[in-house]
Nanobody
């Protein structure tokens, strides 16, 4: 069964850090472009970070650049999103998604597999 499961969300104070994990079963993440998206209440889903299938090139939205880091776990079929210097506006449900092919895309419609999401709350 193909499945993506996110974990690591929670409540953190502004300026704090969280590391989200995205674990796959039923397929190998190394063969997919991986994206992290987020959606806050009343807002559209936003792509925040992506990692290529081939050479591990990473991409970030302007809103998280310099604060978030996406990476692939070594031989663990997992992708991580390290989030530092969190701001209240980072609060959202975070989803990981996997897209077949080689082109890194911010378009959610190109991603075939999605996790259930993990809630990130940034508040003092």
């Amino acid at each position: 069964q193909v499945q993506l499961v996110e974990s690591g969300g929670g409540l953190v104070q502004p300026g704090g850090s969280l590391r989200l994990s995205c674990a796959a079963s039923g397929f190998f993440l190394d063969y997919y472009v991986i994206g992290w998206f987020r959606q806050a209440p009343g807002k559209e889903r936003e792509g925040v970070s992506f990692i290529s299938r081939s050479d591990g090139t990473t991409y970030y939205s302007d809103s998280v650049k310099g604060r978030f880091t996406i990476s692939r776990g070594n031989a663990k079929n997992t992708v991580y999103l390290q989030m530092n210097s969190l701001k209240p506006e980072d609060a959202a449900v975070y989803y990981c998604a996997a897209a077949p092919g080689v082109v890194v895309t911010p378009h959610a419609g190109e991603y075939a597999y999605w996790g259930q999401g993990t809630q990130v709350t940034v508040s003092s």
